[in-house]
């Protein structure tokens, strides 16, 4: 019965004329004492109605309670719970600051929020890993990776030795919405893919949706990592740092007015190009090759007064490798402008303006063959998000989003004054995307909880473009063209998103969600690694937009007081529209690229099993995932199933951190996963003296499985009252055991014996010891 | 052309560089393929002279013994008007009549019957553009080991203004046209050079010593064709890159599940002596 105010309330003149005068609403931020940053999901409880809240992703947080005196306990995992007296006699703002539990700064929490937020919350496949956890996972060259952390849990699998690609519940790697401070990155790696460009230093959160997907996400069918910024230190200067075997990273906070506004600067370079010489003694060609990437995070916040904070953060990433006379930069730049205003004690908001892009450059100085390419792709966003807090019972979240992509995909010419190049130029092409939804997080009664919501996408093609048709045979028939403006093709679809959770007792549930998902933007990558040379597409009228349903039933239980926390999920996804790419696609440069997709269907399903011991000298998880994902396309293995590149049936990931004592850690990792999916040869013949393979199924056979152990040992500076410098020296071995875990798998023929061939592994990362030096002041 | 294909090269470069990567013989198994399929390499050209095509079978992957020849095959060439039939002059290998030649602007269909089964595959003839002269530099990735300097050698020809032209090129030295380590081919399309003057592109890298003499020769092929080739070198040159696509049976113009490709081709032919 409630859903009917709920419906009227769409309308805030309509929901405050619903205002109870008995009523009372007790509203504002929480903050860290240290610094002032705002805190992303704690927990403000009153226990005489058992009725709570919890803060937004800016660290609001509204309770609607009678009028009365209570006792409010505010808290956040890892922090003290603050408890204060509040006499409710009218709506009322208080900002409370809670202080970390620790002295020492390097207390390790496995999860954030509330203790028993597994079993306690309606979300579902969902997973908050603190920025603390991660820094201390072993990692390759010692370089603290969120992306590397995200691939250990469970429904996230990897594919390829060290590739900071994920593919969530049987998705592809580009079905996942990776957001910074709500920018979209298109590209989040480095170096061909084996770091990520998110640096820890300037994070403050991460959360990752892998079903139940909350309504005001949308624009990728299988999941969304949401990573936020620090805001930057509004009490005191504070620098922090490290020196790695790699990278060195210097980051610095302080306010600009106190209490008021503050800035974060961090940034992060590599050196290997450094060492560049040591390896290319006597080879002229490889004296001037540059290689290195670096990373910037700026962000800047200023507090109009209680009601209004605006903040202004930037990510700037670029890659450069070249030699003498050839060069290749990549890289993504994030902007955001966002204002948060709190219009009454029920209702916040946000306006956020968001700017994106990811551009490379290949070029070559050469007089005749010397040419210069390069692509871009710009989004400009308006979003507009709105929290109202209608009763302590339901939150409502509602909101816009609209998007103006531009993709250049590419534009090659020649550069030499005897060049032979024309210039080749792949079509721009402008789309808008739009969404609007609206989502209410409901309490029906002590047992049964809800999350249900909708999303209406919107998706245009604009011109001025030319559209080229294709025949059965994928051949351009003819094309058609449109005036600049014109809108070409629309798609409209409907999302709905639902979650439910049953307690069973005080420390068990069930939960349950489905929702579907749309997706309009999509990446060309024909390799295994990441190239920054794969191209994003859109939906177009030949490319219909991929649309997944997802359904996932899920079991909750604590053991002993929240120190056990454990979790069974089953996931069943059909995707509609999949894409895969014919046999040897030309993905390069490309006009008819369209003409190289074919489409089909997609399904994915599996179980995920996880169980996490959060406090304690010994903390970590292990999950095991048994899962399945598959394709089906009419051109493609001859119209039979074939598993996905990323089909992993099992895989393992076991997380440890041990307590020594107050000065040391040491931490294993162990994963283990079935060999991915490929194609190997079945016979051969001969043409032109070259020995060719002749290949079965695509995708079937399979590697050889992967395991791997990475140990570290984490060495802090002694406590001492009134120590302001705090470090700590972290040594780690990637691979212990030195497992030659094959990248890839070729089939050759012997240079000395023409005629025999032989398969060969090549394998990327033998036992690798690091140490990296970190500083915090 | 030649940049802007090896920039697989260059990644490749790269993560050796960096990453240290490694690479060991392993012994797999692989299933095997019952059902041996025919292999057909055939070509024809606008030259007069007995034309060639090979017919063998695929076998099993580690099976290291030279490929089983197709004997007793019936194996014509047609224009619809002219018919060459080819002899087999030793097992595998069918020759057409001496001084026969394609027309360039002809469709040639070749026909195979074997083993109660017939083989067909089409292809049409152009001409190829005529060099206007050869000449060649020292390659810059000097090969210090061994006796053998690289050269590349610089090709000045009009690409003709019609999209869809492919080349093949084909080096190979004089006096041992056969010796198949001192042989060399690559391939082009003009996509990104259609119509324009070639003043002297890198076409080929040769390892030679000064005196050695190259015949040097230009195809001109059909899109299909300039896709087999590629097909071939990413499943032999370009393969065991961190960047490999996913491995995938190479194309062929021949119907009736048979590999392998026909390919009728007008050429034109030139020689460069390094000094």
Not at chain 1, 577 to 587: P, Q, R, S, T
Not at chain 1, 594 to 607: H, I, K, N, P, T
Not at chain 1, 722 to 731: C, P, V, Y
Not at chain 2, 75 to 82: A, L, N
Request: negative net charge.
């Amino acid at each position: 019965m409630r859903s009917i105010p709920l419906l009227l309330c769409f309308s805030l003149s309509v929901c405050t004329a619903f205002g109870q005068t008995s009523k009372f609403t007790l509203s504002g931020h929480v903050r860290d004492a240290g610094s002032g940053e705002e805190l992303i999901g704690a927990n403000v409880f009153e226990s005489k109605n058992g009725v709570g809240a919890v803060t937004n992703l800016y660290g609001f947080y509204s309770l609607t309670l009678p009028a009365g005196k209570y006792q409010i306990e505010f808290s956040y995992i890892g922090y003290e719970v603050k408890t204060l007296e509040v006499d409710l006699t009218g709506n009322k703002s208080l900002d409370v600051e809670v202080a970390e539990t620790s002295v020492s700064i390097q207390e390790v929490v496995v999860s954030a929020e509330r203790e028993d937020r597994n079993v306690e919350s309606v979300t579902m496949s969902k997973e908050k890993m603190a920025i603390e956890k991660i820094k201390t996972i072993p990692v390759v060259f010692g370089e603290v990776d969120l992306i590397k952390a995200i691939q250990l849990l469970p429904g996230v699998q990897t594919v390829g030795e060290g590739q900071s690609g994920f593919f969530v519940r049987g998705g592809n790697a580009d079905q996942n919405l990776i957001l910074l401070d709500e920018a979209p990155v298109y590209n989040a790696s480095h170096l061909l893919g084996f770091f990520s460009v998110f640096n820890a230093d300037a994070i403050k959160d991460v959360q990752l949706y892998k079903g139940g997907i909350p309504a005001s996400y949308g624009g990728r069918l299988s999941s969304v990592l949401d990573v936020r910024m620090k805001d930057g230190n509004a009490k005191k200067f504070t620098a922090s740092g490290g020196i790695g075997s790699i990278s060195s990273r210097l980051t610095v906070e302080a306010p600009i007015i106190k209490d008021k506004s503050s800035f974060i600067v961090s940034g992060r370079r590599t050196y290997v190009d450094v060492f560049i010489p040591l390896f290319a003694k006597n080879d002229t060609t490889l004296e001037d090759t540059k290689l290195y990437f670096y990373d910037l995070n700026l962000k800047a916040n200023y507090r109009l007064g209680e009601k209004d904070k605006l903040y202004l953060s930037g990510y700037f990433g670029r890659d450069v490798f070249g030699s003498q006379d050839f060069k290749i930069e990549w890289g993504n730049g994030t902007g955001t402008l966002r204002w948060n205003h709190v219009f009454s004690n029920k209702l916040f908001s946000n306006v956020t303006l968001i700017y994106s892009d990811f551009d490379y450059f290949l070029g070559s100085s050469d007089n005749v063959e010397g040419f210069k390419w390069d692509s871009k792709i710009k989004d400009y966003s308006l979003k507009l998000d709105f929290n109202y807090y209608l009763n302590p019972r339901n939150s409502i979240k509602f909101g816009y989003q609209g998007t103006r992509h531009k993709f250049q995909p590419g534009f090659a010419r020649g550069t030499g004054d005897e060049s032979i190049f024309n210039e080749y130029r792949l079509p721009t092409t402008n789309s808008l995307e739009h969404g609007i939804y609206i989502e209410n997080e409901q309490e029906f009664n002590s047992v049964l909880s809800g999350i249900y919501g909708l999303r209406l996408s919107l998706f245009q093609n604009i011109g001025a473009a030319t559209v080229y048709h294709y025949d059965d045979e994928f051949k351009v028939a003819d094309s058609t063209s449109y005036n600049s403006g014109e809108v070409y093709q629309s798609y409209l679809n409907l999302e709905p998103r639902v979650g439910l959770r049953l307690k069973l007792g005080g420390d068990k549930s069930i939960k349950a969600s489905y929702n579907r998902t749309v997706q309009y933007m999509q990446l060309a990558s024909n390799s295994q690694s990441s190239t920054p040379f794969d191209v994003w597409f859109p939906a177009s009228p030949n490319v219909k937009p991929q649309q997944a349903d997802q359904v996932a039933l899920g079991y909750f239980q604590n053991f002993q007081n929240n120190l056990y926390e454990a979790s069974v999920e089953v996931y069943y996804k059909k995707s509609q529209n999949a894409i895969d790419f014919k046999d040897y696609a030309d993905l390069f440069l490309n006009k008819y690229l369209e003409g190289e997709l074919r489409f089909g269907q997609a399904r994915a399903y599996g179980a995920e099993f996880m169980v996490k011991k959060t406090k304690g000298k010994l903390t970590g998880w292990i999950a095991y995932t048994l899962a399945k994902s598959e394709r089906q396309i009419k051109e493609i293995n001859n119209g039979d199933w074939y598993s996905t590149n990323y089909d992993k049936t099992h895989d393992i990931s076991l997380v440890t951190s041990y307590e020594l004592n107050k000065r040391s850690t040491i931490s294993v990792n162990f994963v283990y996963g079935t060999g991915a999916p490929t194609t190997f040869p079945t016979g051969r013949f001969v043409y032109n003296g070259e020995v060719l393979p002749v290949y079965s199924d695509r995708n079937g056979a399979r590697m050889p499985d992967y395991h791997r152990m990475d140990v570290s040992y984490v060495l802090r500076n002694k406590e001492k009252p009134g120590r302001k410098l705090f470090w700590d020296l972290n040594f780690s071995i990637y691979n212990l055991y030195n497992r030659h875990n094959a990248y890839t798998i070729t089939f050759k023929e012997d240079e000395d014996k023409p005629g025999d061939t032989y398969a060969e592994k090549t394998y990327l990362f033998p036992i690798l010891p690091s140490v990296t030096w970190n500083f915090q002041f | 052309m030649k940049t802007l294909n090896s920039y697989h090269f260059l990644f490749f470069l790269l993560s050796i560089l960096l990453l240290s990567a490694c690479t060991e013989r392993i012994d797999l198994d692989l299933q095997s393929d019952e059902n041996q399929r025919l292999v057909v390499d055939a070509w024809l050209t606008d030259e007069a002279k007995a034309h060639e095509v090979k017919l063998a079978l695929t076998t099993g992957y580690y099976n290291n013994e030279p490929p089983q020849a197709v004997t007793g095959a019936v194996v014509q060439i047609s224009d619809g008007t002219e018919t060459f039939i080819l002899k087999e002059a030793s097992p595998g290998h069918y020759l057409t009549a001496d001084s026969v030649k394609g027309q360039p602007g002809h469709t040639y269909t070749l026909k195979i019957e074997y083993n109660g089964q017939t083989y067909q595959a089409v292809s049409l003839m152009k001409e190829a553009p005529v060099i206007d002269s050869l000449s060649y530099e020292v390659f810059e990735y000097q090969d210090t080991e061994n006796d053998f300097t690289e050269y590349a050698i610089l090709l000045y020809t009009t690409e003709p203004n019609t999209l869809d032209d492919a080349y093949y090129w084909k080096g190979y030295l004089v006096d041992a046209p056969t010796d198949v380590t001192r042989t060399y081919w690559e391939i082009a399309e003009d996509k990104f050079v259609n119509g324009s003057p070639i003043n002297g592109a890198q076409v080929l890298i040769v390892e030679a010593n000064p005196g050695d003499a190259f015949v040097f020769e230009q195809y001109l092929i059909r899109p299909e064709a300039f896709d087999f080739f590629l097909a071939v070198q990413t499943e032999t040159i370009y393969k065991g890159t961190i960047f490999d696509a996913a491995p995938a049976n190479v194309p062929s113009n021949v119907d009736n599940d048979a590999l392998g490709f026909f390919i009728a081709a007008g050429v034109k032919r030139d020689t460069i002596t390094i000094e």
